[in-house]
């Protein structure tokens, strides 16, 4: 594209080109339904906004892939996860122009669609990726068996989408890793991850935390216990208490399997940004913390609202594509999660004037040269 005269706003975002794109399979929409043209419409917005939330995760990443991350540079992360939550506010408000077709306007066209499904687009499968979907935890969404396979041309060879979404899964590093690797360097009371008393300490602070959060689920019981009257089984609301107690133990004393040591530190800079949500130099942290949990939501909320919205249109019949349809977005909804430490610790907290007491809280100040 080119002028040569000065920049008109049709040229500068190509509304022309835009606005040819709606004809589907025909290439040409002036024969096609208002509900057709509606569908790919609606569906070529998703993508833009995919497109967006790619570049801000990525640009969120890359910021934390860095050896040493300036704390005043958190607020650059802050912003580019508020954004990615905002769109997919916006784009789950899409499917309520979906929810203006009807099943009938639905079906009209809907044979067009059965070997396409919504599961080939490159973006969601890029999305999933780059913020860490563990690939284990997949589910296969038709027949084909393999999700990558789903990806591919019908004749096996490789597509736009399988090389777009083969190159995401060849990126360094994913946005949670990202993160965690941020988060094991996070200094625990003042003391650094690479301090010779490093281990030593944290083991200390986990100590002190685990005694805390122990006090206060004893007195949690003691009051259920003292006002429950005759409705509590005071030996059953122990016991309860005692589970409780031992989770946290667990979810701070990792196995092998879950990455020890390392995930022991990961999971206590998690718990250490939010007890100690206060001190200056945490505020940048958290708030990272705080919108990473957010667009976590967003992005379940999305998939929870798309699952209702075809169910809504099509009901549970089988998808296009093979897939099994709306049982697959509802498993997709509730089993894709990322961040799950994060939420974790939303369970283990306790109250701010429960938490321990630091040896170092100066460390925290803003004149600390940090």
Known sequence: MGTDGPLTYWDYIRVEDLLDLQGGVEDDEVDLANEEVV?????????????????????????????????????????????????????????????????????????????????????????????????AERIDAGPAGNWLEMLRNHDGSESWSSRR???????????KE?????????????????????????????????????READSACDVAIAQGGDGVDPQARRLRAEKEKEAVRAFFEPSEEEGGIERARIRCAMMFIETYRELPLLAWPREVLDKLVEAEQAFVLFRQRHARMVERIIGRRTGTGGSSGVDYLDAVAQTYRVFRDLWAIRTLQIRREAAPPLANPDYYGFAHDA
């Open 39 to 135: 569908f790919i419409t609606v569906h070529q917005v998703f993508e833009l906004w995919f497109k967006l939330v790619l570049r801000e995760l990525r640009t969120a990443r890359d910021l934390f892939c860095r050896d040493v991350v300036a704390n005043q540079e958190l607020s650059g992360a802050a912003r580019s996860l508020d954004r990615v939550i905002t769109i997919l506010g916006r784009a789950t408000d899409h499917f309520l122009v979906m929810e203006t077709l009807s099943t009938r306007d639905y079906l009209a066209f809907r044979d067009k669609l059965t070997t396409a499904s919504g599961f080939q687009s490159a973006q969601m499968r890029e999305l999933e990726i780059v913020l860490g979907l563990d690939s």
């Open 178 to 214: 990202a993160i965690e690797r941020w988060l094991a360097r996070t200094p625990i009371d003042g003391v650094a991850h690479d301090d010779p008393d490093a281990e030593t300490k944290l083991g200390e602070f986990i100590a002190n935390f685990l005694q805390a959060h122990a």
């Open 165 to 175: 979404v083969l190159a995401a899964l060849n990126e360094r590093h994913s946005l």
